[in-house]
């Protein structure tokens, strides 16, 4: 019986970057597992979506798909998708772009007193990202695992947007800032980005090693991303200068 494909063939050295979806806790994670994670888990479970909800919004997005299945990877999905996948390549969606309007205030990596900061997918120039593949078969089963987590409660639409992989473009599925949820604040001022990102901390970690490890995996892949890299600059200088009580 012949092997399956390396799935980190095309980018060996991601293999140590990038949790093995049996260690993640995402792998396993429901709504009541999140809420016994939460420091005030009533002050969540009414933004909480139900099973229901998650699983008409999971079928509504694949109704059209059939075959393997690309996610597009912006944010903490490159180094814990929780994912069993095949293939793992470095993509560019063209057509839009990562930008740090999320405000975490639900205890992910924020709180309401102390909000959080992370990236949303949004219309824009471009962004570079991971794409997983997962196989045809376990399309469905991973889908779930996937809704459990991005659509846990509002805060993005789940969508097909076209993504460059080298020379070839595919539709991945992805999540998109949903601007009408409480989650997505495109106006925040860049000192308010800093303040979030430095500050913010949560079940999930703190704010700023979301970012770090964003920077973290585009060195890996030489990709230059300046908004990263000097956002994470900025947060790390004002948390050495002691600008914000941590």
């Known amino acids: 019986m012949s092997l399956a494909p390396d799935p980190f063939r095309h980018h060996p050295g991601l293999r ?8 993640s806790f995402w792998r396993t994670a429901t709504v009541e597992t999140l809420l016994a994670s939460h420091p005030e888990p009533e002050s969540i479970r009414p933004w909480l979506r139900s099973d229901q909800e998650r699983e008409t919004l999971r ?3 694949l109704r059209n798909h059939f075959g393997d299945l690309w996610v597009f990877a912006y944010g ?3 180094w814990d998708p929780a994912l069993l996948f095949a293939e793992v390549r470095r993509g560019f969606a063209p057509s839009h772009a990562r930008r740090f309007i999320l405000v975490d205030s639900k205890g992910g990596r924020g709180t309401a007193e102390r909000p959080g ?6 219309d824009g120039e471009g962004c570079e990202g991971l794409v997983f593949r997962i196989a045809e078969d376990q399309v469905e089963s991973e889908t779930q695992v996937l809704f459990q987590r991005e659509m846990v409660g509002p805060g993005y639409h789940a969508l097909f947007v076209p993504v460059r992989i080298g020379n070839e473009q595919v ?19 860049r000192a308010d980005q800093v303040r979030m990102a430095a500050t913010g901390v949560g079940f999930l970690g703190s704010s700023r090693d979301y970012l770090a490890n964003i920077v973290s995996q585009f060195a890996h892949l030489r990709i230059h991303d300046p908004d990263c890299e000097t956002l994470l600059k900025e947060v790390d200088a004002a948390i050495a200068e002691g600008r914000f009580e941590i």
Do not use: G, Q, R, V
């Open 171 to 189: 539709s991945a599925l992805t999540f998109l800032a949903d601007h009408n949820s409480d989650l997505m604040d495109s106006s925040i001022a």
């Open 59 to 61: 079928k509504e997005a």
């Open 117 to 122: 900061l992370m990236a949303a997918l949004d």
């Open 76 to 78: 903490s999905l490159m």
């Open 16 to 23: 140590d970057l990038i949790t093995p979806a049996e260690d």
